[in-house]
């Protein structure tokens, strides 16, 4: 069988344990295998290249900039966009195959179901399944707002959904989870910190402590209430909690970076 005209493109840093299951689950299907580097300080390139992949090195400045031109790097129109702890299943292949062969499609991109685990757990309820994300696009006619947190796609075309999973094997353990709140809500806190230079107002209005408090209430009620985490017992319950602090560590952080900069002036 001929390989799919599809380049799969993966952004990296420091993947050594990752990458490689990453890769071969598209090995031998995928025409073309993208890696685009952050500087990794680890084997992640070398066993990249080890396994065929094109292997290319830039540095990280903004997410959104960041998968825009590593998007360009692919030959094909297709590109089906990886991270390093994402395995496609033999589901999702063939219905990505039904979709690229295909002539004059529809739609210009497609979501595919994410099936999230925290270790060998997988996380059904709380939203984090089917939780559709777009993966499989056209390259010239989408991109990515250059946002540094969690950039949205925009598209020229209608969306169509894939009901195959993607297998992402998120966080390793509760350990791995709790550094990856950590990170995150230290860029969401500069997000703002940088916002509040240019429109205060509106930076004043959206962080502060009555509505930080808000919605991680709100949060909380959603993810374990509405959408059925409780579906997952103590662990639907811890997910639930640790995603509510998501708001508080925000406005925590957001505000020692005020203070911090006040204290300098």
């Not at 995928?30 to 290249?49: C, G, H, L, M, P």
């Not at 991109?143 to 009901?163: Q, T």
């Not at 709100?218 to 509405?226: S, T």
């Not at 579906?231 to 995603?243: E, K, M």
Request: charged share 30%; aromatic share 12%.
């Amino acid at each position: 069988m001929d390989k799919l005209p599809v380049s799969v493109v993966i952004l990296t840093k420091n993947e050594e344990e990752n990458i490689a299951n990453c890769i071969n689950s598209v090995l031998g299907w995928a025409d073309e295998i993208i890696v685009v580097d952050d500087e990794s300080t680890d084997r992640t390139r070398d066993i990249a290249k080890d396994l065929g992949a094109k292997v290319f090195v830039r540095r990280m400045d903004i997410e959104g900039r960041q998968r825009n031109w590593a998007y360009q790097q692919a030959k094909n129109d297709w590109v089906l966009s990886l991270d390093a702890d994402e395995r496609v299943s033999k589901e999702l292949k063939r219905e990505i195959e039904k979709i690229v062969v295909k002539k004059n499609c529809e739609f210009t991109n497609f979501t595919v179901n994410l099936r999230n685990y925290i270790g060998n757990y997988w996380i059904r309820g709380g939203g984090w399944y089917p939780a559709p994300k777009v993966r499989l696009f056209l390259k010239d006619k989408c991109r990515y707002e250059e946002a540094e947190v969690h950039p949205r796609i925009i598209s020229k075309g209608k969306c169509g959904r894939i009901n195959a999973d993607l297998l992402h094997y998120s966080y390793k353990g509760w350990e791995d989870f709790l550094n990856s709140l950590n990170k995150q809500t230290s860029l969401e806190a500069l997000k703002w910190y940088k916002l509040s230079l240019k429109d205060p107002k509106k930076a004043r209005y959206k962080m502060n402590v009555i509505h930080a408090l808000w919605r991680m209430l709100d949060r909380f009620i959603r993810i374990f209430f509405a959408k059925k985490g409780y579906r997952d017992g103590f662990i639907g319950f811890i997910v639930a909690y640790f995603a509510s602090l998501y708001q508080i560590l925000s406005y925590a952080k957001y505000r020692n970076l005020t203070k911090s900069f006040e204290n300098k002036m």
